[in-house]
């Protein structure tokens, strides 16, 4: 099992503080810290919209820029976490933060879930998966999203078990109720795309989702860590404090060592091989989802498991093409005039602009001309180009 603590952007800029989310996270019980590798011009155009924080309603992207570090910050923070001995990831958000991160050789590329369709982006992770493993997280997609994601990555390799990438089961809402996370996911999609599954868990309680999780198999699992939910991080409010971090760690390991204990006693009645029992036993799981109805109530346990069938959850719904990537004019061009590559960014709609086509059909609308003016901001649309 891989705990992944996402310290995210919590640190502020501030390296000190890095560090200390480092030592929470290691005190914590932690395998590994995540960070990301933020330049607002890779994620949001400037005319996104706002974000309201505790010291007031400020433009998203300028809190995006606030978050810009140099690529020794990063490395700083690789470097520390190594002398606390913990593993290093961060998220990439674009091909200048992904050719950063690559040159400072990180444990682990995680791809978050609004970049799950940043085709351009995945492409260049193709060549790198056997030497740095992949996690990509699929929150706010649908299937189709998911397939097109894995079969990017692995291209020829498809039909391998491929260990060197690992898919995130999540919901892209801040927070997620619980009982929306249908967390048998994890094992569904596990047997969809033969890797490895965990999840990415943005629901408040540090015990739940992450316990079922791993009844369903996950050997991944990553929330959120936070010195104070009080402080002004944009996932603070979400995030776990120590205390609650450390609760949860301690409930993934005793449910790991239920699941042990149950593998062992089958191997030894049934004289089986180790290693034979790749899946978690059904009485293990029984016995994890009796601890928890008896914590959280069986209709409460049960929305959360799911039905393991992939959509969109209900409180994602409205996220899905506004928080994913699409395409987006970045500058106004006149009717007639041919728009060029250079013209188009590959962000997140977010708060206020119209979303425009999917990052897949940039080759079919470079250099064509457009049938109206256009404005920096707007979504690309088919229908802004001569046939």
Not at 5 to 32: F, V
Not at 86 to 107: H, N, R, T, Y
Not at 214 to 225: C, D, F, L, R
Request: proline share 4%; charged share 25%; with cysteine.
């Amino acid at each position: 099992m891989n705990i992944i603590a996402e310290i995210g952007t919590s640190h502020n800029t501030d390296l000190n503080k890095a560090y200390s989310l480092i030592d929470a996270a290691k005190d914590c019980g932690s395998d590994t810290v995540k960070f990301q590798w933020v330049y607002a011009d890779e994620i949001l155009h400037p005319n996104t919209g706002f974000v309201s924080l505790p010291t007031g309603k400020i433009s998203l992207y300028n809190r995006f820029k606030e978050l810009e570090c140099s690529k020794d910050f990063y490395e700083k923070c690789r470097n520390y976490a190594y002398r606390k001995n913990i593993k290093f990831a961060c998220s990439p958000f674009g091909k200048k933060s992904l050719q950063e991160l690559v040159e400072l050789s990180p444990d682990y590329i995680k791809i978050a879930s609004p970049e799950l369709n940043y085709v351009q982006l995945l492409e260049m992770l193709s060549p790198l998966y056997k030497k740095i493993p992949i996690i990509i997280s699929s929150g706010v997609s649908k299937l189709k999203d998911i397939e097109l994601a894995v079969e990017t990555i692995l291209k020829d390799n498809i039909a391998e078990k491929n260990e060197c990438l690992t898919l995130l089961h999540c919901s892209t809402s801040y927070p997620t109720p619980e009982e929306d996370y249908n967390v048998s996911l994890v094992q569904t999609l596990r047997n969809t795309f033969g890797i490895n599954t965990g999840i990415s868990d943005h629901s408040l309680n540090p015990v739940l989702v992450p316990v079922l999780a791993a009844s369903y198999g996950a050997t991944v699992i990553e929330k959120h860590i936070t010195l104070s939910n009080e402080t002004d991080g944009l996932d603070d409010p979400v995030a776990l404090n120590p205390e609650n971090f450390s609760l949860m760690v301690y409930e993934v390991h005793q449910t790991l060592a239920l699941i042990e204990r149950w593998k062992k006693e089958i191997l030894s009645t049934k004289n089986l091989e180790a290693g034979f029992l790749d899946e978690v036993p059904l009485n293990a799981r029984k016995e994890i989802f009796k601890q928890m109805i008896n914590q959280f109530g069986e209709e409460k346990v049960t929305k959360c498991a799911g039905d393991g069938i992939k959509k969109l959850s209900q409180s994602e719904k409205a996220n899905y093409g506004r928080t994913n990537r699409s395409l987006h004019y970045l500058r106004d061009i006149k009717k007639g005039e041919k728009v060029l590559e250079r013209d188009i960014g590959i962000l997140r709609t977010e708060k206020e602009l119209s979303v425009g086509i999917e990052p897949v059909f940039l080759e079919k609308i470079k250099n064509r001309s457009l049938t109206k003016d256009v404005f920096s901001g707007y979504g690309v649309q088919f229908e802004d180009f001569v046939n």
